[in-house]
């Protein structure tokens, strides 16, 4: 199967908008009439399909992998090891970047050692945030498709996938009136649906389904585009009634969230002629992005900067604003792409000299 380049481009935007909500541009800004917590409620609100759509892509190209590979029992437990790679990787990186940090604010190292051996201890919390750390919020999101695509597994050993897919479906709506999201406004059911179960698990499934299952691909892919749009519009005044008009959480996911991410998939796949350019190139790399960027949001904020300083220059002027996020999202892909470069470097002169070591034994 060739590499669908559409793919990879709409994870550039997809990665970009989850930078936005973290970087939060234009929230502090008011230029005439300009608001600038509307735009980033706009763009916050656009960015809602991201995540999900990295969930139905990652579904989907793991039921693709699984219709090319006889043994799939072996595949997932490669695919799941490489997650889990990706993921105590940084989740290390980021506990020791904390202490580094905890160290230049003298902080007790003791006290935070014990702490964190706490949070760390509870099986809840690594379930919902990965790792209990300042700069690793990000993490929640592998921990979630790891326990997402086991879960598959064992539906696929069982043979019921469709069952898994309505399951998961009437879990995410049920999701909807968890803690922090909009719908609790109505009936909150004091539990956290950020999650595997509640988010992850539908859409990871949903793209799984459609790697397995045949569809009828419209003609005019740009109709199921035109119809992302439409949805969104419809998210939009969702959200802007449940948060404006009821005083609502801003949740992660809404009900239109759904529609939108299911035609936006079908877009993707549908409109295959889109070649290898720059932004596809970027967008292969967001996962590296997704892990990294709160790294250097910290490091522009923490060290580079300092609070206050960040605050006065970046946080309240215009032209600061624009260039933030665009600089933490250029930095964040330069600098996980040099790290890929480094260890495969380091990985070739291993293997060099493994080879001229065996030379010389024989």
Same mark, same amino acid.
């Given at each position: 199967m060739n590499r669908n380049h559409s793919i990879d481009l709409i994870k550039f935007f997809a990665i970009f908008l989850v930078v936005c909500i973290h970087t939060a541009p234009f929230s502090k800004i008011n230029l005439g009439f300009i608001n600038g917590s509307n735009i980033t409620f706009i763009l916050n609100t656009f960015g809602r399909f991201a995540v999900p759509y990295f969930f139905i892509i990652s579904g989907y190209l793991y039921g693709i992998k699984n219709n090319k590979y006889e043994f799939y029992n072996k595949y997932t437990f490669k695919y799941l090891l490489n997650l889990f790679r990706i993921y105590l990787g940084w989740a290390v990186f980021y506990v020791l970047y904390d202490f580094f940090l905890n160290c230049m604010h003298g902080i007790n190292i003791q006290i935070e050692a014990l702490q964190f051996i706490n949070k760390i201890m509870n099986l809840k919390t690594l379930y919902l945030n990965g790792i209990s750390s300042r700069h690793a919020y990000q993490l929640w999101y592998l921990v979630a498709l790891i326990i997402s695509i086991l879960i598959i597994w064992v539906f696929i050993k069982l043979d019921k996938i469709k069952l898994l897919l309505i399951i998961s479906l009437g879990l995410n709506l049920i999701g909807l009136f968890g803690e922090g999201q909009s719908y609790s406004q109505f009936f909150n059911a004091h539990i956290i649906t950020r999650d595997a179960?509640?988010?992850?698990?539908? %859409?990871?499934? *949903?793209? #799984? @389904?459609?790697?397995?299952?045949?569809?009828?691909?419209?003609?005019?892919?740009?109709?199921? *585009?035109? *119809? #992302?749009?439409?949805? @969104?519009?419809?998210? @939009?005044i969702e959200r802007f009634v449940l948060v404006y008009l009821f005083q609502a959480p801003q949740g992660d996911y809404y009900v239109f969230t759904i529609p939108q991410t299911i035609f936006l998939f079908l877009f993707v796949v549908s409109c295959r002629n889109v070649k290898d350019n720059f932004l596809a190139k970027i967008g292969s790399n967001a996962v590296g992005i997704f892990?990294?960027?709160? @790294?250097? +949001? !910290?490091? /522009? &904020?923490?060290? /580079?900067?300092?609070e206050t300083f960040f605050e006065n220059i970046i946080a309240d002027t215009v032209v600061g604003q624009l260039l933030y996020?665009?600089?933490?999202?250029? !930095?964040?892909?330069? *600098? %996980?792409? !040099?790290?890929?470069?480094? &260890?495969? &470097? +380091?990985?070739?002169?291993?293997?060099?000299n493994v080879i001229n070591e065996t030379k010389k034994a024989g």
């Open positions: 179960l509640f988010y992850g698990l539908f %859409y990871t499934t *949903l793209g #799984f @389904f459609f790697a397995n299952n045949t569809f009828i691909p419209t003609q005019n892919p740009y109709v199921y *585009l035109k *119809l #992302f749009f439409l949805f @969104f519009f419809g998210q @939009f892990v990294i960027h709160t @790294f250097v +949001i !910290s490091v /522009i &904020k923490d060290i /580079i900067l300092g996020t665009p600089i933490v999202f250029i !930095s964040s892909y330069y *600098l %996980y792409t !040099s790290i890929q470069l480094i &260890k495969k &470097k +380091i990985n070739y002169i291993s293997y060099r």
